[in-house]
Structures are given as structure tokens and as C-alpha cells.
């Protein structure tokens, strides 16, 4: 069982900023990565940023430069800074976690989290 908690959407104005955050639980042994997906109105889910064990970061190509992602280990806990919002960056914005369940399986597991609405408009 891996349990995705998201908090921190909302509406601001266009060059204003938000935090998004994500807490992974449940009968976890590691997780190898985090993430943060977006999915616009009327348009596909897409990658916005990752952050792997090691410390690496991805981010898309719309987001480099404003948003940065982070991870607290010992929390299990990812962030999303979102800086200079655009209203293209409108978006239900899903965390995903790459982990690997507790014993017995250890089986490798995706998990999402219930979405938040990120709403940029004057």
C-alpha cells in the first residue's frame, strides 16, 4: 500500500507563486523517485519535474528556470516551487511516486496522488 497526499494548489495571479507538496505513505521500503505531472484542460497528462534518489532533477522545457522541485527523505515529502505562474500553467498537477513496496513483494510500485487544481488568471 503507497498512499500519494497533495496539498497547496490554488488560484493566483499571472507572476505570482505557489508550493505544492506531496507526502508518500504506507508500506513502503524505498522510493526511487518523485515527481510532479500536470494535465491542462483539454489536454494530456505531462511531465513538469522529477527528482530520483540520487538527487537528480528533470524538469520540462515550459518550467525550467521557475520551477524547482525538492525532496525531504525523512519526510518522504516532495515540493513543487512554482515561480512567475503563467496561465498556461493552469493545470490539475498529480505527484507520482516510482517506489518499492515492503516486504514481502518488494515488487516495484507507481502510486498518484489525488490531483490539485493550480489555477493562474487575473
Known amino acids: 500500500q503507497v498512499r500519494l497526499v497533495e496539498s497547496g494548489g490554488g488560484l493566483v495571479q499571472p507572476g505570482g507563486s505557489l508550493r505544492l507538496s506531496c507526502t508518500a505513505s504506507?508500506?513502503?521500503?524505498?522510493?526511487?523517485?518523485m515527481g510532479w505531472y500536470r494535465q491542462p484542460p483539454g489536454k494530456e497528462r505531462e511531465l513538469v519535474a522529477s527528482i530520483a534518489d540520487d538527487g537528480s532533477v528533470n524538469y520540462a522545457d515550459a518550467v525550467k528556470g521557475r520551477f524547482t522541485i525538492s525532496r525531504d527523505n525523512g519526510k518522504n515529502t516532495v515540493y513543487l516551487q512554482m515561480n512567475s505562474l503563467k496561465p498556461d500553467d493552469t493545470a490539475v498537477y498529480y505527484c507520482?511516486?516510482?517506489?518499492?513496496?515492503?516486504?514481502?513483494?518488494?515488487?516495484?510500485?507507481?502510486?498518484w496522488g489525488q490531483g490539485t487544481q493550480v489555477t493562474v488568471s487575473s
Open positions: 504506507g508500506s513502503i521500503y524505498r522510493i526511487n523517485a
Open positions: 507520482n511516486v516510482d517506489a518499492n513496496e515492503a516486504w514481502p513483494t518488494y515488487r516495484p510500485r507507481t502510486a
